[in-house]
């Protein structure tokens, strides 16, 4: 009589890397690929001890934003979070800087839609100054990455309005950046209008935050393009 016993096939082929594309002291980033496609992979088994809380939080919420936002066709897709690693949807596209939208009127007004379509399922995603956190996809269409640092709540709250309007003050610099022509007054207006998160932010946040990254982290985002060399 025979016996069956299991072989290599019968377990699951583990993920292979494909390239490493951000590593820092909150956790590893890299694009994977497994039976089901290309994916792109957190990974916080390595950040330093003193680190792994922090690093957790943030995880965790990119998490629970990402939750918020399934189905939205052009954010990722949450694939797994198991409290160490964090599986998302890969979307082919590079970032803004990386591929700058000079005049192309139809990024920013789909890229609006966008941000509204957040906004109505109650996430801002706060922080949409770094050129880095948006991709022009392959076929031109913009789509949103990083929401670690995404607040969720009521859409209608004073606070939530008051996080959505800098999230639209931040698309509209970007599109007086590639589009400066194509400002309409209102827009102007937005963008002159500074709420007291902005200037609380510059008078207290940001001069930690410069602390933290460039002094005890020894590294700096350089707005949003990536680390310098």
């Given amino acids: 009589m025979s016996v069956n016993c299991p072989t290599m096939h019968d ?27 290309r994916f792109v992979r957190r990974d916080l088994r390595h950040v ?5 809380l922090p690093a957790w939080l943030l995880a965790r919420r990119e998490a629970h934003a990402l939750e918020v936002v399934r189905g939205l066709p052009a ?8 409290g160490r690693r964090l599986d998302r949807s890969y979307m082919a596209g590079a970032a ?22 957040l906004h109505r399922r109650g996430l801002a995603h706060n922080d949409l ?3 880095a956190n948006w991709l022009v996809l392959e076929d031109g ?22 996080l959505a309007r800098e999230d639209l003050r931040h698309l509209l610099k970007h599109k007086r950046t590639y589009c400066p022509d194509a400002i309409t007054p209102v827009e102007r207006r937005v963008l002159q209008r500074h709420s007291w998160v902005r200037q609380a932010w510059f008078a207290t946040g940001k001069p930690v935050y410069r602390l933290v990254t460039r002094r005890l982290l020894k590294w700096e985002d350089n707005e949003g393009q990536g680390p310098k060399p």
Wanted: proline residues 10%.
């Fill in 11 to 37: 377990t699951p082929p583990q993920p292979v890397e494909l390239a490493a594309l951000k590593a820092d002291s909150f956790g590893r980033i890299a694009l994977m690929r497994d039976a089901g496609g």
């Fill in 48 to 52: 330093p001890i003193w680190l792994r």
């Fill in 75 to 82: 954010v990722p897709r949450l694939l797994r979070w198991d």
């Fill in 96 to 117: 803004m800087y990386q591929r700058p939208p000079h005049g192309d009127l139809a990024y920013f007004r789909r890229a609006r839609h966008l941000l509204q379509a």
């Fill in 129 to 131: 100054a770094k050129e």
């Fill in 141 to 162: 269409a913009p789509a949103i990455i990083d929401f670690q640092l995404a607040v969720r709540g009521h859409p209608r709250s004073r606070w939530m309005r008051l």
